[in-house]
């Protein structure tokens, strides 16, 4: 069965810098595209960024010049680091990986950007 757990979220302050980190277990094959969605209340889940296989990345555009996508494909494992963050990024950001066998998502972490 495959799990994505989500680790890293938290509380920030405006301007500061959280990363965040998704591992898959139950599967030792490598998934097609990962990436990072957020829900924030009272709005639809969006997409934050995602990265295939290859490297190659995409990002939503509140959030260029701020947020990195990495992966690591030997252990399965997608980061996004967060700078400069801002309380319009308050959210639950969801771990997404998708793969020639299912589409999966984490549990949540949440992010909450305040002083």
């Known amino acids: 069965q495959v799990r994505l757990v989500e680790s890293g979220g938290g509380l920030v302050q405006p301007g500061g810098s959280l990363r965040l980190s998704c591992a898959a277990s139950g599967t030792s094959s490598r998934f097609n595209t990962m990436g990072w969605y957020r829900q924030a209340p009272g709005k639809q889940r969006e997409l934050v960024a995602t990265?295939?296989?290859?490297?190659?990345?995409n990002y939503a555009d509140s959030v260029k010049e701020r947020f990195t996508i990495s992966r690591d494909n030997a252990k399965n494992t997608v980061y996004l680091q967060m700078n400069s963050l801002k309380p319009e990024d308050t959210a639950v950001y969801y771990c997404?990986?998708?793969?020639?066998?299912?589409?999966?998502w984490g549990q949540g972490t949440q992010v909450t950007v305040s002083s």
């Open positions: 990265i295939i296989s290859g490297g190659s990345t």
């Open positions: 997404n990986a998708e793969a020639g066998f299912g589409r999966y």
